[in-house]
């Protein structure tokens, strides 16, 4: 019988505090769904790497499809922390919503900097992106749209331009992008900056650099508006 929960919104990390296998599935899934692609990874493999059984899947989420489901709804809900989103409503005092900008890119710099997780969750969407097919739509309206519109409607606040103009949207994909790649491209930047690994202290110094460079686009954005 499938966890009535497995299909609703929010419930990987509901689910994850309450039962430790369902959550280790997850990650599992994760991990082999971003390195093998969805097709590629069979159920046996994902229990495997979990210390489950494979009948667990089929319990927990009625099987592979919910398991991607639960995968994307995983996300979302890390993403809410990460990004600091969850429950956010953009206010009206534009220095607050520049602080909040401010706090976003930090937060997301602190993450890609990570081990495992950021590696896992990034190479899940990255692949679920470049092979595209009907899931697209569900991890662009579960995870990607919400999360961009909070932003690009934080970036108006913050600016006095409309949220929702091709501007305020480009603006904010430039910003988010800026913060992926120190995750996408952590090869090439360890290799060229001479660093074994991207520290808490180094994490910083990205961070403030990337705040800066939000600081200037929104400050141009503010002089160059009608």
Not at 8 to 35: I, K, Q
Not at 142 to 158: T, Y
Request: proline share 5%.
């Amino acid at each position: 019988m499938a966890d009535p929960d497995a299909y609703s919104p929010g419930a990987a990390a509901r689910a994850s505090e309450r039962n430790p296998t369902r959550d280790a599935l997850v990650e599992a899934a994760l991990h082999l769904f971003g390195h093998k692609g969805f097709a590629a990874a069979s159920t046996r493999e994902i229990a495997a790497r979990a210390g489950a059984n494979v009948a667990a899947i089929a319990y927990h989420f009625g099987g592979k499809e919910g398991l991607r489901l639960a995968c994307v709804e995983a996300i979302a809900h890390h993403f809410d922390e990460v990004l600091l989103t969850d429950g956010v409503r953009p206010p009206a005092n534009p220095v607050a919503a520049r602080q909040m900008l401010e706090a976003v890119v930090r937060s997301g710099v602190r993450f890609m900097a990570s081990g495992a997780p950021a590696q896992d969750v990034v190479t899940f969407l990255l692949r679920e992106v470049t092979e595209g097919g009907p899931f697209l739509d569900t991890l662009f309206a579960r995870v990607l749209e919400p999360r961009h519109r909070l932003l690009c409607a934080l970036w108006g606040a913050a600016t006095g331009t409309e949220a929702e103009a091709e501007a305020t949207r480009l603006a904010v994909f430039a910003m988010m992008g800026q913060v992926v790649y120190f995750r996408i491209g952590r090869p090439m930047i360890l290799r060229r900056m001479g660093w074994q690994e991207v520290t808490p202290d180094a994490a910083d110094r990205i961070a403030a650099m990337l705040v800066a460079n939000l600081n200037a686009a929104l400050d141009a954005t503010e002089r160059t508006k009608p």
